[in-house]
Each structure stands twice: as C-alpha cells, then as structure tokens.
Nanobody
Framework: VQLQACGGGLVQAGGSLGLSCAASGHSFSRYAIAWFRQAPGKERECVTV????????YYGDSVKGRFTISRDNDKKMVYLQMNSLKPEDTAVYYC????????????????????WGQGTQVTVSS
C-alpha cells in the first residue's frame, strides 16, 4: 500500500487543522493506520492509531482530548482532526500502515509499520 499525507500548514495556537492520508493499492482495510510526528531534534513519536475497522483507537497522552483519528475504508482515507493546537504540536506528521490481524494490539513503535507516507509539516505559532 502507498500512503500520501497532506493538509499540513501554519496555524496559530488554539486553532485547528485537519490532515488526510490517502492510500492506494489493495486491501487497505487490512491495515491499522497510525499518525506519527517528528519535531526538530526529537525522536519520532506515535500520536494516534486506528484499527482496521475503526473499532479501536490509541492516542498519545499529549494529544488526548484534542486530536481525533478516523478512517473511511471505502475511500481508502484516514483523517486526523487536530484541535486546540499548541506550539509543541509543531512537527512533521507521517501516516503509516501496519498489516495486523483484527484482534492484534495496536502498535505504537515505528518498527511495526511497514508503509509510510512522505510527511506533512504542521507549524503552530504562539
């Protein structure tokens, strides 16, 4: 599967931004999809994950209550709605796909994800 992330940009603190991840290829519904982010000088971190059928989600502590992940398997799309943005949310955001069985735990480590999008820059000004 190939992934392409888009929707990044510049927003003021407290604002909102939506990211999209478009997938191409077969069997999109077999993949859990995650958003990772990497800020300058920092390690890449897992922001959120959604299961194959949207039944389960994971959110990192820093984004709980502010970010929402969703997906549309028919359209092969995953979305990340980011509200109440903070300057510390500034990073390059990547979507990634992990082929898992439906009952497997959602992975938060990078090495679990086989396919990656190219990243989109999100900058939050104070």
């Amino acid at each position: 599967v190939q992934l392409q992330a888009c929707g990044g940009g510049l927003v003021q603190a407290g604002g909102s931004l939506g990211l999209s991840c478009a997938a191409s290829g077969h069997s999109f519904s077999r993949y859990a999809i995650a958003w990772f982010r990497q800020a300058p000088g920092k390690e890449r971190e897992c922001v959120t994950v959604i299961s194959r059928n949207s039944g389960r989600t994971y959110y990192g502590d820093s984004v709980k209550g502010r970010f929402t992940i969703s997906r549309d398997n028919d359209k092969k799309m995953v979305y990340l709605q980011m509200n109440s943005l903070k300057p510390e949310d500034t990073a390059v955001y990547y979507c990634a796909a992990d082929s898992i069985i439906s009952s497997a735990p959602l992975a938060t480590r990078q090495t679990a994800y086989e396919y990656w999008g190219q990243g989109t820059q999100v900058t939050v000004s104070s």
